[in-house]
């Protein structure tokens, strides 16, 4: 008897685990069903079809050769019976079959399965607050919602733009409707800075102030109210605590929850964010069902804790484990290192493994390191500055997170995946000090970025390098609690200088050894340079000098500190 596999869920890991387990076992009935009509296509290009870059929303469920994956594909291609407009209403383990409503026929019946694989992905969440239901109120989790968007932007119905949620899928909105259609936009955020499950506010901060350059509205700190509707039920602003903000659309991008209502009911084991759990086979509490994607958990590689991770990249590669598995192989699926990129605008970010507050919960003791450094050799015509932060376990010196930006998004990434692809067999500072990557002047320093970033967090942890955020560096200077030693030129410093007065010292590093005597002694001092290392140096020939034990060198220098706080900048100043 043919083996039956049947699959719920017709979108990322559906169609990967049942084209997997086809070509493994030709000769089995495999059959998939979705309650949706559009199938088997790459949610995560939303808002580029939104935005322009990807003209034709056909291209989010094309193949390369432009080929349409739908119902006639699946089945004259792949061999593979799908079912659309299909819902599954529960689940009779005993009885190995699951209850399935077809929508346009009005009918139920139950399809029998041997192995059954639930990829049901997650939900957008809708959060608790008075017009939700209103027109021009849109989540963003299918081809519908991505289509009812574009038509009222394209017909020019919107001018102004509110998207509740600091996230990836609220950054990537805003991006779409400021960037190309000019639209007024507003991105609202509860918590005190954007991608807060990311990213550390420090490198979070660059992504703001890059987002309010380019004409994008960021409100931190705010709850949204209520949404307010006119007198034809359309949308009209959006009320916070704070403010009102008049709007034609509003996106709702405050998160998504796994889609696991089938499988508690079903009573299969589920996790705290209410994802399935799922072995390292990918199977669930039954050994006849498979589950992935976004609706499961899966372990956290460095935390140890089980997460929701809902990312395509992930569902596609579940999706292989499961069909291999299906098909009586031995696959496994280790769990995740939580990598991430995101395109804002012309700043990549990407990140992977734990931030600090992420570390400190886990139990560990985090201390990090914030490097800024072109991402070529410095005399390459096309270098741009990339900023890293790398952190690392104190005690142990394991490796635990890296988070990084610049705007050559290609190179942030290539840098955060190669910490990532080693974050699985737990690396310390010494294997990223000595990472061997591959060199070329266009390309990469040959120090690269990685290499002196652990060669930094070395120093720290060491003792020799005493530092200081950034962000902290800034909140004291403003309050007039703290001096600077600038180490650079007087052609670089003297702008600085002019701005600040006595508060900010300049004394080149090349004349700092017979200088010492105009150094202050008995007061906190901060020292800084264009990225860092030259005020390290500084601080080294200090403290080996006993002439001042209280100096913090300012992590990333002026680099650091003008992408974060833009207007500590002198008036008309350039970087040199």
Request: net charge neutral; hydrophobic share 40%; charged share 20%.
């Amino acid at each position: 008897m043919k083996k039956r596999v049947l699959v719920i869920g017709a979108v990322a890991l559906g169609p990967k685990a049942a084209c997997r387990f086809k070509r493994l076992q030709p000769s089995a009935q495999v059959t998939m069903i979705d309650k949706d009509s559009l199938i088997s296509y790459g949610g995560c290009g939303i808002p580029y079809y939104v935005g322009g870059d990807v003209p034709e929303i056909k291209g989010l469920y094309s193949t390369s050769a432009h080929v349409v994956r739908d119902c006639d594909y699946f089945r004259n291609v792949k061999g593979i019976e799908v079912f659309t407009e299909a819902e599954a209403q529960s689940i009779d383990r005993r009885n190995r079959s699951v209850r399935v409503h077809f929508i346009s026929e009005q009918k139920t019946r139950d399809l029998p399965y041997d192995d059954l694989v639930l990829a049901m992905g997650a939900n957008p969440v809708l959060p608790p607050i008075q017009g939700t239901d209103l027109s021009g109120v849109h989540v963003v989790a299918t081809l519908h919602h991505a289509e009812s968007i574009k038509h009222a932007v394209s017909k020019g119905e919107v001018e102004r733009a509110v998207i509740i949620g600091g996230g990836a899928i609220g950054l990537e909105m805003a991006e779409a409707f400021a960037d190309l259609w000019g639209i007024e936009t507003v991105v609202i955020e509860m918590m005190d800075q954007l991608l807060p499950s990311a990213f550390g506010k420090d490198m979070a901060l660059i992504v703001k102030n890059h987002m309010e350059e380019k004409g994008v509205d960021i409100r931190l700190g705010e709850r949204v109210a209520r949404i307010v509707g006119n007198g034809e039920n359309r949308v009209e602003a959006v009320e916070t605590d704070h403010n009102r903000f008049p709007c034609d659309v509003v996106i709702l991008a405050v998160g998504a929850r796994p889609n696991s209502r089938l499988a508690q009911e079903a009573g299969l084991a589920v996790g705290r964010s209410g994802g399935i759990l799922v072995d390292r086979r990918m199977r669930t509490s039954d050994p006849h069902i498979y589950a992935g994607g976004d609706c499961v958990e899966i372990p956290h590689l460095v935390s140890g804790a089980s997460v929701h991770m809902p990312l395509g990249s992930l569902a596609n590669r579940q999706g292989r484990v499961i069909g291999t598995n299906l098909a009586g192989g031995s696959a496994f699926f280790r769990g995740t290192v939580g990598t991430f990129c995101l395109k804002v605008f012309d700043y990549g970010v990407a990140r992977a493994g734990l931030t600090v507050a992420q570390a400190a919960d886990a139990g560990f003791d985090p201390v990090h390191t914030v490097v800024v450094q072109s991402d070529r050799a410095h005399f390459y015509p096309t270098m741009e500055l990339m900023y890293i932060k790398l952190i690392a376990d104190r005690r142990s010196r394991k490796i635990l997170g890296i988070e990084a930006a610049g705007t050559h998004g290609d190179a942030v990434k290539a840098r955060v995946d190669a910490v990532a692809s080693l974050l699985p067999q737990e690396p310390n500072l010494d294997d990223i000090s000595n990472l061997e990557l591959t060199y070329a002047p266009p390309f990469a320093s040959a120090m690269d970025i990685l290499n002196n970033a652990a060669n930094s967090l070395d120093n720290i942890i060491a003792g020799s390098h005493h530092p200081i955020d950034v962000m902290d560096f800034l909140k004291a200077f403003k309050k007039d609690h703290v001096r600077v030693l600038d180490v650079r030129s007087p052609v670089q410093a003297g702008p600085f200088v002019k701005k600040y007065g006595d508060r900010w010292l300049n004394i080149n590093q090349d004349v700092l050894g017979c200088s010492l005597e105009n150094v202050p002694r008995d007061e906190p001092l901060m020292l800084v340079c264009g990225s860092g290392p030259r005020s390290y140096e500084a601080q080294i020939l200090l403290k080996n000098q006993g002439i001042n034990p209280n100096t913090k060198n300012v992590q990333g220098g002026i680099g650091m500190i003008l992408v974060s706080d833009p207007e500590f900048a002198p008036a008309g100043y350039k970087k040199h």
